[in-house]
Each structure stands twice: as C-alpha cells, then as structure tokens.
C-alpha cells in the first residue's frame, strides 16, 4: 500500500539554528513528494515538490528538502530557522494510476526565540 | 486575483441533519478535492472531481457525497450528519492530472452535535 509516515508529532528549534522535520513512503514505482505547511486557522500552502532530477529541492520560505531513494526519505530542512516558521508541516505522497496525494499525519514545528 | 474560497466557515449542526460545504473555485481548474482533518490522522480524501460530471470516492467516502455541475464549483453534502463527521473540511484544486500542486481553500470547521 502507498503511504507516507512522519514520525514526529513535534519538533522544537531554537531561532536561527537548523531545522529538519522527517518524512519517510512507501510507494509503487517513482515517487511524486510534496511538503505543505498549515498556518493556525489556514488552508495548506505548497512549499515544493519533487518529482525528478536532482535530489535536493528548494522551495518557498528558504525550505529545501532532500529526496533519498535509498532511505525513502524526503526530510524538509532549513539553515536558519524563524519564530515565524512555527507551524504544521505535511509530507504527501502521489498514488500511482490514481493521481490521488495521500497526505502524513503532520508534524508541528514550534521555533523558540 | 483568482481563489478558492470555502462556505461556511463555522458550522454547527445537529445529529441527523443534511448539511451541505460550499467550494468554489475561480482557476478555472479541473481538478477538485474534499479532504477532513482530524488529530492523529492528517488529511483524508473524501471526494474528488476531474471534470465536469466528474466524481469519484476517496478513502472515507461513506456519508458524504458531491456532485460537479459546472467547473468551479464542488460541493460537499452529508446526507445525514454523525458526531463522527466532526472535522475541518477543506476544498482544494489543481489545474489537471499530474504533477502538480494543489491550492487550498481555508476551511469549514463543522461540529455535529
């Protein structure tokens, strides 16, 4: 079966040092990875994708995140976190043949001062 | 500029009731989607639409239902409101098949009592 894990419910960083939140799938064929990001009382914003091609994607807000076939992994990183950067984070995958994203449980970000 | 907007924004309702969410989109997209959030679980796919005419199930279908008259919009009906069915509903939208993102509306917080 297809899906996307997260395996923690919240990560906690201090203002200005690095940040990753984790992502693993499982998933028939080539993956399609996403990461979104929920403000309090939001929608979802995209924040990048992979699809192919090099491994590390850079997306909005400074984020990156790098795709590892190996590890099935596409963990979101930043260099330098921001108090404004606290909010839900979501990893989600594309289903093969169905085009449908199956969405993580999400993982919230809280950056200290 | 072109949105997706989401009606009502707060509900609250009564076990039993019919209750219907508005989407509407303004893209022009043909793509649209309904998923729930719930604690713990993410976001599931309730609904989903390619085109006109256009709809099929997603993982947690049962008691709700759409239909795609026209491109812009998809709304979702409970036929008959369950505590269960208390969640954060959101609309979204892509352009077509593929690869790429969808664009979120901001939600529909409903509580059944």
């Known amino acids: 079966a297809q899906s996307v894990a997260q395996p923690e419910d919240q990560v906690n960083v201090a203002e200005g040092n690095p940040l990753t939140v984790k992502c693993t799938y499982s998933?028939?064929?080539?993956?399609?990875l996403f990461w979104y990001v929920q403000y309090p009382n939001r929608g979802l914003q995209f924040l990048l994708k992979y699809i192919t091609g090099d491994n590390l994607v850079k997306g909005s807000y400074g984020f990156e995140a790098e795709f590892n076939k190996s590890q099935t992994s596409f963990h979101l990183k930043k260099p330098s976190a921001l108090v404004s950067d606290s909010a839900l984070y979501f990893c989600?995958?594309?289903?093969?043949?169905?085009?449908?994203?199956?969405f993580g449980t999400g993982t919230r970000l809280q950056v200290f001062p | 500029d072109a949105e997706i907007t989401q009606s009502p924004r707060h509900k609250i309702t009564e076990t039993g009731r019919q209750v219907t969410l508005a989407c509407h989109q303004t893209w022009n997209h043909n793509n649209m989607f309904w998923y729930r959030q719930d604690l713990g679980h993410g976001l599931r796919l309730i609904h989903y639409?390619?085109?006109?005419?256009?709809?099929n199930k997603g993982e947690v279908s049962d008691g709700y239902s759409v239909s795609r008259s026209n491109t812009e919009d998809l709304p979702l009906t409970l036929e008959s409101a369950a505590s269960s069915q208390t969640s954060v509903y959101f609309c979204?939208?892509?352009?077509?098949?593929?690869?790429?993102?969808?664009?979120f509306g901001e939600g529909s917080r409903l509580t059944v009592l």
């Open positions: 989600a995958v594309r289903v093969v043949r169905t085009d449908k994203l199956i």
């Open positions: 639409s390619y085109g006109v005419q256009d709809t």
């Open positions: 979204a939208s892509r352009p077509g098949q593929g690869t790429g993102e969808l664009f």
């Open positions: 998933v028939s064929g080539n993956p399609y």
